[in-house]
Structures are given as structure tokens and as C-alpha cells.
């Protein structure tokens, strides 16, 4: 058993690295398709109209591989730079909260 479970850990060490990279693709297509659907409307004079729809779609299948990445590294959507400059003892108070509004909602 341990040998299936260290071949399907590294099958999906494996996964998560080519979601990176598909998750980093998609957004450096966004930003590139946005830019020249920007510089077509307004330096040409001729807008692209399919930019939106792609940048929607394209930013749909980013999420969900960007949520599949983080639930893989066992992360979650935080700022982290404001959280890590708090003090201990906010920090604290901050998860406090956030866990008690969370199971707030998760009762009724």
C-alpha cells in the first residue's frame, strides 16, 4: 500500500506543477489578450470584440485550476503581506473572528 501511495503523491506533485504553469499561462494570456483588445480599441480605432468573452472564459478555468493549486499546497486566498505584519496576539483576534463569522453562517 505504501508504494501505490507514494507513486499517487508524486502523480500529483506532478499535477499540481503543470496546473502552475497552466494557471500562470492563463494569466499572462489575459493581461496580453486585454492589453492588445485595449491598444485595437483605442489606438486603431477597431475593438476586438471577442476579448471579453475570452477574457471570461479564460478566467473561469483559471479559478478553478488556481483553487485546485492552492487546495494542493494546502493554502488559502489571504492577504497575506497585511496578515503577516500584524501583531501575534491580532493575528489571533483576526482568525478568531473570521472562524466565528464563518461558523455563523454555516449553522442555520
Avoid: Q
Wanted: aromatic share 12%; glycine share 4%; hydrophobic share 55%.
Amino acid at each position: 500500500m505504501s508504494a501505490f501511495l507514494n507513486t499517487y503523491k508524486k502523480w500529483m506533485d506532478a499535477l499540481v506543477k503543470v496546473e502552475s504553469v497552466v494557471s500562470m499561462s492563463c494569466m499572462a494570456f489575459i493581461i496580453i489578450i486585454n492589453g492588445l483588445g485595449i491598444f485595437s480599441r483605442y489606438f486603431l480605432k477597431r475593438p476586438i470584440v471577442w476579448v471579453n468573452e475570452l477574457t471570461i472564459l479564460i478566467g473561469t478555468w483559471l479559478f478553478y485550476i488556481g483553487i485546485g493549486v492552492l487546495f494542493a499546497r494546502k493554502e488559502d486566498i489571504t492577504l497575506d503581506l497585511v496578515v503577516n505584519k500584524m501583531p501575534e496576539r491580532m493575528r489571533w483576534t483576526t482568525d478568531l473572528a473570521i472562524n466565528a463569522i464563518v461558523l455563523i453562517f454555516l449553522l442555520p
